[in-house]
T-cell receptor
Framework: GNSVTQMEGPVTLSEEAFLTINCTYT??????LFWYVQYPGEGLQLLLK?????DKGSNKGFEATYRKETTSFHLEKGSVQVSDSAVYFC??????????????FGQGTILTVHP | EAGVTQFPSHSVIEKGQTVTLRCDPI?????LYWYRRVMGKEIKFLLH????????ESGMPNNRFLAERTGGTYSTLKVQPAELEDSGVYFC????????????FGEGSRLTVL
């Protein structure tokens, strides 16, 4: 079956540091890949997505590239801010079809950014 | 526009009791999903409604869990009787389109079974 593995946290960084959160997956075919973020006291929000190999998703300074050859979708940001402190989830869904919303999530990575 | 609303935000019950969680999706969203995160592990799919019909309930853990979606609007998830391992955060999400639609998640309902 499908699975997603994220680097374990928590991750603690100083403001303006470079961020990488690793994510690898196992799936049949060509899934869509996502990063969701959960800020304190809020629900999960879609941060970015990529639907095919070599696509790069980007939003709010975050980027992730869909790497089919390494089955990876690592999240990066060049300069983190205190407001980026949150829990980050990597997820995949089957190729477009009726199961698109049936997401498989990773364990989540807690990010804390200090001033 | 209101987002996905879930309540209660936190429920504490004794083992063997019953709890009902409610989810109000975004208006006009035919697709409604329930997910669960247990003990800091990964978030897992429970089931998917399209309007009032269950499209996929393959993730429901056992028959102590009953989900309904009256009239294709709000949904309830009942746990009866609750067990210790049911503790966790239950998330609801909705989308307009099950083919390409982005999921919008609620804040979750935290369930603690003592």
């Amino acid at each position: 079956g499908n699975s997603v593995t994220q680097m374990e946290g928590p991750v603690t960084l100083s403001e303006e540091a470079f961020l990488t959160i690793n994510c690898t997956y196992t799936a049949t075919g060509y899934p869509s890949l996502f990063w969701y973020v959960q800020y304190p006291g809020e629900g999960l929000q879609l941060l970015l997505k990529a639907t095919k190999a070599d696509d790069k998703g980007s939003n709010k300074g975050f980027e992730a590239t869909y790497r089919k050859e390494t089955t990876s979708f690592h999240l990066e940001k060049g300069s983190v801010q205190v407001s980026d402190s949150a829990v980050y989830f990597c997820a995949l869904s089957p190729p477009w079809g009726t199961s698109y919303g049936k997401l498989t999530f990773g364990q989540g990575t807690i990010l804390t950014v200090h001033p | 526009e209101a987002g996905v609303t879930q309540f209660p935000s936190h429920s504490v019950i004794e083992k063997g009791q019953t709890v009902t969680l409610r989810c109000d999706p975004i208006s006009g969203h035919d697709n409604l999903y329930w997910y669960r995160r247990v003990m800091g592990k990964e978030i897992k799919f429970l089931l998917h409604f399209v309007k009032e019909s269950k499209q996929d309930e393959s993730g429901m853990p056992n028959n102590r869990f009953l989900a309904e979606r009256t009239g294709g609007t709000y949904s309830t998830l009942k746990v009866q009787p609750a067990e210790l391992e049911d503790s966790g955060v239950y998330f609801c999400a909705s989308s307009q389109d099950s083919i390409t639609g982005e999921l919008f998640f609620g804040e979750g309902s935290r369930l603690t079974v003592l």
